[in-house]
């Protein structure tokens, strides 16, 4: 009897590499780009007399078309990402990137001639398709989860997050000063930036997802990937604390900036600078507080303690009412809250499997989207309830999320 010997091979872990995800990055800092570099002016364009380009006469007015304004883009990003993300599954992350960023282009194209026209229309019809195909985060997260193992995604997510830091850091700096120059320039510049992504995703990235044989393309997953959300006890609980945070901080960083224009007359360059203080909190949470903190916590437990240090700054920032406390408390609520969104998209990769994380993550994202859709729709509630009291609810959500993210930490032991 003749007995053989069968070779088994080995399967490499996958590996990762910044110059494999490069380009996915680049689409990631182009999303960011997109809202830091634009975010002061549009709170300009409706609350400022001085730069009224749509020449909305009624205070009334101005809040409803601000709060459309800043809805639009994530409510779009709602439904958008939570398909886009889990079609990622099926076809693939570069084809769905390129999606992204071509519809990226063509909705600040929009957004430019709304503005050279001052069309308020076609202004506002750029900006819903920019938050439709704004896609980029949750594939990027799924890319990045593709090349991960369970012991450095943390570190690598954060890799995503520190690429978001720089976009909020350059955006509204880049932003205002383009501004000072012309109303159009920041909504162009982000227009050929897309393209440019558009152009490197297609000729400089590498597909990394494992094909899914179970998931066909349907439109109807656009809100059955909810439902099977909630059926994963897991990603419902988690879903649940990380809905809460996002509307509080969405209570927080675009109502900020409403505040400092109306009460403190700040300029869109003096809110860029401020965007770009709170991004630089943001990087030192991630370079240098988070890594330490890995060796020592699990990070769940760091989400915890990350969402009751932003509780404490914005309950601060909303009953101290100077500038300068609104400086002052932004730094640690700015590390708090990025060490915080860091720890709980790593949680949601780590509930889903390898076939499904364009799913999971989507859902992340669509929450994250839905969140500040909500907080757009708040701003109307300013005239009369004040910029303050948004901010103070802000606070609660987050003291809600942390309460939450401790009960997940319960339920499902680390």
């Known amino acids: ?3 053989h010997k069968h070779t088994i091979k080995k399967v490499k872990a996958p590996k990762f590499s910044f110059k494999e995800v490069a380009p ?3 689409a990631i800092l182009i999303d960011i780009l997109g809202f830091g570099l634009v975010a002061p002016l549009l709170i300009s364009f409706f609350t400022s007399p001085e730069t009224n380009i749509f020449q909305i006469t009624s205070p009334t007015m101005s809040y409803f078309y601000l709060g459309l304004t800043l809805a639009l883009y994530p409510l779009f990003m709602f439904f958008g990402s939570s398909f886009i993300g889990d079609l990622s599954d099926i076809i693939g992350r570069k084809k769905t990137l390129i999606l992204s960023m071509l519809g990226m282009s063509f909705g600040f194209c929009l957004m430019t001639l709304g503005i050279i026209t001052t069309c308020l229309s076609l202004f506002l019809v750029g900006r819903g398709l920019s938050g439709l195909v704004a896609a980029s985060q949750s594939v990027a997260l799924a890319t990045i989860s593709d090349l991960s193992t369970k012991s450095n995604k943390a570190i690598h997510i954060s890799y995503i997050a520190l690429i978001q830091c720089i976009g909020l850091i350059l955006g509204p700096l880049m932003g205002g000063v383009l501004g000072e120059k012309s109303f159009y320039l920041p909504f162009l510049l982000v227009m050929i930036l897309a393209l440019i992504a558009f152009f490197w995703i297609l000729f400089g990235f590498k597909e990394t997802f494992i094909k899914n044989e179970d998931k066909k393309i349907s439109f109807t997953r656009l809100f059955t990937i909810f439902i099977d ?4 006890k897991r990603v419902r609980d988690l879903s649940f604390a990380f809905l809460t945070m996002q509307i509080g901080i969405a209570l927080y960083l675009p109502i900020i900036l409403i505040l400092l224009t109306t009460e403190y007359d700040y300029t869109p360059l003096y809110l860029g600078l401020f965007n770009g203080y709170v991004g630089i909190g943001f990087a030192f949470g991630l370079l240098v507080i988070l890594p330490q903190m890995l060796k020592v916590l699990k990070i769940e437990q760091i989400v915890c303690l990350s969402l009751f240090t932003s509780f404490i700054a914005q309950f ?19 590390i708090g809250v990025e060490m915080a969104f860091t720890g709980m998209y790593t949680s949601f990769s780590n509930a889903a499997n390898a076939k499904s994380q364009g799913w999971v993550m989507g859902i992340s994202v669509a929450l994250m989207a839905i969140s500040w859709a909500f907080a757009g729709i708040t ?5 009369k309830f004040g910029v303050h009291t948004i901010i103070f609810i802000g606070c609660i959500f987050l003291g809600s999320s942390a309460l939450l993210m401790k009960k997940y930490c319960s339920n499902h032991p680390i």
């Open 229 to 232: 959300g909630y059926n994963n």
């Open 1 to 3: 009897m003749t007995i």
């Open 316 to 334: 601060l920032s909303s009953i101290l009412h100077t500038d300068v406390f609104i400086w002052l408390f932004a730094f640690p609520l700015a």
């Open 24 to 26: 996915c990055l680049f």
């Open 379 to 383: 701003t109307q509630l300013i005239p």
